[in-house]
């Protein structure tokens, strides 16, 4: 009964978690650059900084994670995060904006899945860690869903500044005592595993590192650039936001269907697979994507491997190198791979404008394809390390 209070708290606390500290922001660029004299480019490096502080401070997070669990580390991250939305509506300037974000992304290092994953893969066994990940990703799966609607209803009621101040009272409210009182402590027998070091030197490591950098890249630009290359291709905006908003829908069904299908495959290929039909959607779209049906075929494709990645990495990570150092393992592969979230879509909008929207999705695809390819040799090569991971369920 601890065990499933603690994946309904995660599971509200990254949906609450990521509505907030994340997909908010979004909502609040209009109103800020009226009000801040600022460009949307300028405003958007906002969340760029928050993105890239997370990454920078992942691996210290992980450590910690480790050696303390996740309760203290979560319960003071969830504090901070509300502390730092709270004087995000307070910036008077642009640089107030950027300082207010940059404590949102060490907040988010601390609170969201990278450390709810550290806290599942610590207290669940293998045969139940699949199905704990899949019950807090499918609810969280739904944070965009849930917030962004929210709100621009808040913005509307209030203005941003107290629409702000809403959210981070209501982020704090749930957030700080769900962690501290659902979330458990460091488990006292863990499964061995392979220090960080060790595991920085097996290429297996960096298999995994290539395959969910170069697949993160490409989400991220699927995520942010979807609507308007969709506009491009001559659709309006509504079905364009309508499509691309099935790709929130479309990661749940993908969680799902992974983890179902584990039982009988490996996640490695299964992951692998997934991301296989990324790329090919990726390359269908501009061929079919003016048309709406070809469009939503396209989406869909694409939309059920959006999710598959979360739930994968900790499995991988877990079966192969044990739980005792899992957070600073995952620490350590979540920097690279959070940058390359950070950067890739404005790298893509550069490659828009010289080149054109077949190009981007040509890069998107070939990131997929590298990412099935990095995982279908980690596969042959990565699975000779350590997969025991004996029940040590509280």
């Keep these: 009964m601890r065990a499933a209070r603690m994946v309904g708290a995660l599971a509200i606390t990254q949906t609450a978690g990521y509505g907030v500290l994340y997909y908010a922001f979004s909502v ?21 900084v928050s993105v890239l502080v997370s990454a920078l401070v992942a691996p210290v997070v992980g450590r910690g994670l480790d050696r303390y669990g996740g309760r203290g580390i979560m319960t003071a991250g969830s504090a901070l995060g509300a502390a730092a939305v709270l004087a995000w509506s307070q910036v008077r300037t642009v640089a107030q904006l950027y300082l207010a974000c940059a404590a949102l992304g060490v907040a988010s290092a601390m609170v969201l899945y990278e450390a709810a994953f550290a806290v599942l893969v610590a207290w669940f066994d293998a045969a139940r860690r699949a199905r704990a990940l899949l019950a807090v990703t499918v609810v969280a799966g739904f944070a965009s869903s849930v917030f962004l609607p929210l709100t621009g209803f808040l913005v509307d009621r209030y203005g941003w500044r107290q629409a702000l101040v809403v959210l981070a009272a209501g982020y704090g409210l749930a957030a700080v ?18 220090p960080v070091g060790a595991a920085l030197r097996d290429r297996a490591f960096w298999l995994l590192a290539a395959a969910f950098l170069t697949q993160t890249g490409a989400v991220a630009v699927m995520g942010v650039l979807l609507v308007t290359y969709l506009i491009t291709l001559g659709h309006s905006p509504l079905f364009a936001a309508t499509a691309a908003g099935l790709l929130g829908v479309l990661s749940v069904t993908g969680r799902i269907v992974t983890t179902g299908l584990q039982a009988r495959w490996r996640v490695s290929l299964i992951t692998a697979a997934m991301f296989a039909l990324q790329g090919a959607a990726a390359l269908l779209l501009p061929a079919i994507g003016r048309d709406p049906a070809g469009a939503v075929a396209a989406v869909v494709l694409f939309g059920l491997g959006f999710g598959v990645g979360t739930i994968a990495r ?3 990570l877990a079966d192969r190198y044990g739980t005792d150092s899992y957070g600073s393992i995952s620490g350590a592969l979540a920097l690279p791979i959070t940058v390359a979230k950070a950067l890739a879509p404005l790298l893509a909008a550069g490659v828009a404008q010289v080149a054109g929207y077949p190009a981007v999705m040509a890069a998107v695809a070939a990131c997929c394809v590298l990412g099935a390819l990095a995982l279908m040799a980690y596969d042959r090569r990565g699975r000779t390390g350590p997969a025991t991971d004996p029940e040590h369920v509280r």
Aim: glycine share 10%; hydrophobic share 45%; aromatic share 2%.
């Design 314 to 316: 900790p499995a991988l």
């Design 177 to 194: 005592p769900l962690h501290a009182l659902a979330v458990r402590s460091r488990p006292r027998a863990r499964a061995p595993g392979r």
């Design 28 to 48: 609040f660029i209009t109103p800020m650059s009226r009000e801040l004299g600022a460009g949307v480019a300028e405003l958007t490096g906002a969340i760029t």
